[in-house]
């Protein structure tokens, strides 16, 4: 059975040594425990897919979870489904499982995807013309794209433009370190890899937009990004985008998920505007099933629920 790369082993070992405690494996299906205040504690199941799904018997999870909650004054359980959220049948057996829709989601909701199984001229006419315009300013721009597997330059380059676009849109970003940790465990078998996009002007080389992108199966994820507020009429974040499809093609890959977008296209949503960026390229719309919490307790899930919502939104 083919898992999301947020199921296997190297995910776990990443994840375990950038914030969550310890792992569990119910069957096939990774449980990632995190230590919260007063003693009590989360458990959470990244991007379970739909063989999984599939073969999944609720009352053995349930029992299992129960285990684990019991041992560790767990307050709830959080699955997140990687299933296409058209399954119309999927909601009614988890509501007959006492599992309700999460407050939050760990994973975007609503993705944006483009099909690189097709020959690269035929990615180019799906895009609109204004991405295929761009790429080729770019081009005569001389925008260079460069790579790297492990920390250097190119993650310099990328936590640098990362950081500053956080600050500039007000939004939380993780430490540098945990990128490093990411490129280690995952960069060094081919999973991970870092993208920078610079451009030589007045003499000295400029960062303009970098990724970080991760391989696995046959898709390709655009997880973090970054680009500069400066020279964006060289329109290098297309550039990174498309060179970053065409390596992709060289793997095999079949799908370039640029993951988060506006739901329903809202004008008004924090994400309109990278909304924009990404569906220039082409692709569509595939939204997931999400996150569901199984609550173990429930006066306090309502106080933790409370404290996310202020932390997130202070």
Same mark, same amino acid.
């Given at each position: ?108 909701? @609503? ?18 013309? %204004? ?20 920390? /250097? ?28 940790? $990411? ?12 993208? #920078? ?12 937009? #970098? #990724?970080?992108?991760? &391989? ?24 990174? @985008? ?16 640029? $993951? ?12 309109? /505007?990278?909304?924009?960026? %990404? ?24 106080? &933790? ?10």
């Amino acid at each position: 059975m083919t898992l999301s790369i947020f199921q296997t082993p190297e995910w776990e070992k990443f994840k375990l040594e950038t914030g969550y405690q310890k792992s569990h494996r119910i069957g096939d299906i990774l449980v990632l425990q995190r230590e919260l205040p007063l003693g009590r504690s989360m458990l959470y199941s990244p991007m379970v897919n739909e063989a999984q799904v599939k073969s999944l018997k609720f009352e053995s999870l349930k029992a299992e979870i129960a285990k684990i909650s019991k041992e560790n004054n767990t307050i709830f359980y959080r699955m997140e489904f990687d299933v296409p959220k058209e399954l119309s049948t999927f909601h009614f057996p988890l509501s007959t499982q006492n599992f309700q829709k999460s407050f939050e989601e760990m994973q975007p909701e @609503h993705n944006w995807v483009v099909d690189i199984s097709k020959p690269e001229e035929d990615i180019l006419a799906g895009m609109k013309q %204004k991405g295929r315009y761009n790429i080729k300013v770019a081009q005569k721009n001389d925008i260079k794209v460069t790579s790297s597997d492990s920390s /250097g330059g190119e993650l310099d380059i990328f936590y640098d433009l990362y950081a500053k676009t956080g600050k500039r849109k007000s939004v939380t970003f993780r430490g540098k370190a945990y990128f490093e940790k $990411l490129l280690d465990i995952l960069g060094k078998i081919g999973y991970a890899r870092v993208y #920078a996009a610079t451009a030589k002007i007045e003499g000295k080389i400029v960062p303009l937009a #970098a #990724a970080v992108i991760i &391989f696995y199966g046959e898709e390709t994820l655009y997880l973090y990004g970054g680009s500069s507020d400066e020279y964006k009429n060289l329109m290098a974040p297309y550039l990174l @985008h498309w060179d970053i499809m065409q390596e992709a093609k060289k793997r095999g890959m079949k799908k370039y998920n640029f $993951l988060g977008i506006a739901p329903n296209d809202d004008q008004k949503h924090p994400w309109a /505007g990278i909304t924009r960026f %990404k569906q220039q390229f082409g692709g569509e719309q595939e939204d997931i099933a999400g996150s569901y919490d199984l609550i173990l307790k429930p006066f306090e899930y309502q106080i &933790f629920k409370t404290a996310e919502k202020i932390r997130r939104h202070p």
